[in-house]
């Protein structure tokens, strides 16, 4: 999925719909976006249905969805985003977050996932890590959701040499080629062919993919 927000420099530019059945919370999360430069929120749901009437009206770049919607699932509206609407990126914000929450949002694509116990700012911190193209999960969830995956290496990870799970670690951060190739002292030739192997590995396509691995399992937790 392409970067949902335009950048330049340090500057940003994103039209977010919100989708949360609470209209209070919905009025304090627009003033927290609308608090970034750059952001603007251009429409709001209280329902699934509606969130998909407003992503067809106005191609957002990015919307903040609740997983519990009195409709129909966020996630099934993530995945209806997605097939249809692949350059409109969705974000959930919810209280729901347990573990299971957190991986089925990221298998529906999701690009972030907040707690709705968040500290304000990481609101801010969310829409420019997705400006950049960057997969955002708050703290708290992935510390918690994530940690028990840490314990058990996965399977395929066990046929990756150590340089590449390196590359794979700093693509989960977000990590782009050149600063990757600078940090690990090799050209950005030869951190594009660790990505290509990777990719062939993991039975992985895209940069994106390889970022969602590398959250799934915490491996960009790691030091």
Do not use: W
């Not at 329902?47 to 519990?68: A, H, I, N, Y």
């Amino acid at each position: 999925m392409a970067p949902p927000a335009s950048t330049t420099g340090e500057g940003l530019r994103v039209r977010v719909v919100l989708a949360d059945p609470h209209t209070l919370f919905r009025a304090g999360l627009r003033h927290l976006i609308e608090a970034v430069d750059g952001a603007e929120v251009i429409g709001e749901s209280d329902t699934g249905k509606g969130l998909l009437e407003q992503v067809v009206k106005s191609r957002p770049d990015l919307v903040f969805c609740e997983v519990v919607l009195p409709d129909v699932s966020g996630f099934e509206v993530a995945q209806q985003i997605r097939r249809h609407y692949p350059k409109v990126a969705v974000m959930f914000l919810t209280a729901s977050t347990d573990s299971a929450n957190v991986r089925n949002a990221l298998k529906a694509g999701a690009v972030g996932f907040l707690a709705k116990s968040s500290e304000a700012v990481e609101i801010e911190l969310a829409l420019r890590a997705v400006g950049k193209g960057q997969v955002y999960l708050s703290p708290s969830v992935s510390l918690r959701a994530l940690e028990p995956r840490r314990s058990t290496r996965p399977e395929s990870s066990a046929v990756l040499s150590r340089r590449q799970r390196e590359v794979l670690r700093l693509i989960g951060r977000g990590k782009s080629t050149k600063e990757i190739a600078a940090l690990m002292g090799v050209s950005p030739k030869t951190v594009e062919t660790h990505r290509a192997r990777l990719m062939q590995a993991l039975g992985l396509h895209g940069t994106n993919a390889l970022t969602h691995y590398a959250v799934r399992v915490g491996l960009h937790l790691t030091d």
